[in-house]
């Protein structure tokens, strides 16, 4: 009768030790990343139209429409270079209206994921009549995200011509505001 006894204590002592093992599996799992990768990169082309007024000395003011095409790259974590061109047409109060075309580099830097802050500076032509005249901008702007692939864009920039007077270093500043698709 002891052996039985015995028996049944060593056989319940198993089941109960084995019952014990099967709770401590350890189940592998795939950690959590420490860092999530922002949905939106300032990288890549883009495209746009923007809107604004070119404030000539005095009391001239001309109105602006045009489009932009430009690249940006991440040369470091926070900091964007870029090129860009543009076309625009500026009609006149009692002159002639004429056409303005920019090549210009940008250089900004990421404040937020949606926020860009940057300086431009390029040349281009002023065309009206077949004639031509050699310009320059430098300025800087504002760009925030609004959606995935929309941005908008505020810019002030400064323009000058390349004809050598003893006129000012900016004759004129222009001012827009665009709408941008990146791609």
């Known amino acids: 009768m002891f052996v039985r006894k015995l028996s049944l204590g060593v056989a319940a002592a198993t089941l109960l030790v084995g ?3 099967a709770a401590d599996l350890i189940i592998p799992t795939t950690p959590m990343p420490i860092y999530e990768e922002a949905g939106f990169s300032w990288d890549g082309m883009y495209a746009g139209i923007r809107a604004g007024g070119i404030f000539n000395d005095g009391d001239d003011t001309d109105g602006v429409i045009g489009g932009v095409v430009g690249v940006n790259f991440a040369a ?3 900091f964007l270079v870029g090129a860009e061109v543009s076309g625009d047409y500026i009609w006149t109060d009692g002159e002639e209206d004429y056409g303005q075309f920019l090549a210009s580099l940008r250089a900004g830097a ?5 926020a860009l802050i940057y300086a431009i500076g390029g040349v281009g032509v002023n065309v009206a009549d077949g004639d031509s005249d050699a310009i320059y901008q430098l300025g800087g ?20 011509d390349f004809d050598g007077g003893d006129d000012d270093f900016f ?6 505001v665009g709408v941008f698709y990146h791609f």
């Open 141 to 160: 702007g504002v760009e925030f995200l609004v959606t995935e692939n929309v941005s908008v864009r505020g810019e002030v920039v400064g323009l000058g």
């Open 76 to 78: 470091a974590d926070a």
């Open 110 to 114: 990421v404040v937020t994921d949606a």
């Open 19 to 21: 019952g014990a093992q």
């Open 171 to 176: 004759e004129s500043a222009k001012a827009t």
